[in-house]
């Protein structure tokens, strides 16, 4: 198992002079240190993190870890800086956004599964940022983007695809337009047959760091452990 953290972009809508995956929270802990504590915890040990954006902040921080250079980030979105990282991979692989905030349990549960390939969500009332799902007859993901219509929840940035299934992933990144969100990408391998799993972590505390409220509620719901 590798795991990649997406950590390249600006984060605009946070305005932060710094890579917003670096933001305290009020345990004292980064996000990103949270996001590779909790890794190494549960057993995965080679993490990878796409850097970009003031990317010596982040790698002086954290020297312990992989890193992958995204030197596009400034005109290129996630299906990009996933895609740079995913090329050298041969293994399963867990990703996640730079700026999630999630409890340690799903981690654990994600682990604990079956070989599919995995969608987190969260069973919720979604924003229009927020990236959105619906499923098929047989439970798998159908849509995921932005823009689905009567969505059944978010997905929160956690997922994980399976080495059988990863060359096609890369092919289908490949085949994504620069600014596109990685969630393209896999709609693009659902399209050609393959299937993702929705894994609802409903039960658990789960937030991306888009916007300051959502900030103020991670801080809010993170005071603890």
């Known amino acids: 198992m590798h795991a990649v953290i997406l950590a390249a972009g600006v984060g605009t809508r946070l305005g932060r002079p710094f890579p917003k995956s670096l933001s305290v929270l009020p345990t004292g802990e980064r996000i990103l240190g949270r996001q590779i504590r909790l890794l190494r915890e549960v057993g995965v040990e080679r993490v990878t993190v796409v850097v970009g954006f003031k990317m010596a902040l982040i790698m002086e921080e954290y020297p312990d870890v992989f890193y992958c250079y995204n030197n596009v980030y400034y005109v290129t979105n996630t299906s990009k800086s996933l895609l740079h990282c995913l090329r050298r ?4 692989v867990l990703w996640m956004n730079g700026d ?3 409890d340690s349990q799903i981690l654990q549960e994600v682990l604990g599964t079956e070989r599919h390939n995995l969608v987190c969500v969260d069973r919720k009332r979604c924003a229009d940022e927020e990236v959105k ?3 098929d007859g047989n439970g798998n ?3 995921i983007s932005k823009t689905v219509s009567e969505p059944l929840g978010e997905a929160v940035g956690i997922n994980l695809v399976r080495r059988e299934s990863l060359s096609a992933f890369v092919a289908a990144l490949d085949q994504c337009d620069d600014l596109d969100y ?3 990408g896999m709609e693009l391998c659902v399209r050609g047959g393959m299937a993702w799993k929705p ?3 409903s039960a658990h505390r789960c937030i991306e760091v888009d916007f300051q409220e959502d900030w103020q509620q991670a801080q809010a719901m993170f005071r603890e452990g």
Do not use: C, N, Q, S
């Open 100 to 102: 999630v905030v999630f």
């Open 89 to 92: 991979l041969d293994d399963d």
């Open 199 to 201: 894994f609802d972590i």
């Open 133 to 135: 799902y619906r499923v």
């Open 141 to 143: 993901i159908a849509e």
């Open 182 to 184: 990685f969630e393209k």
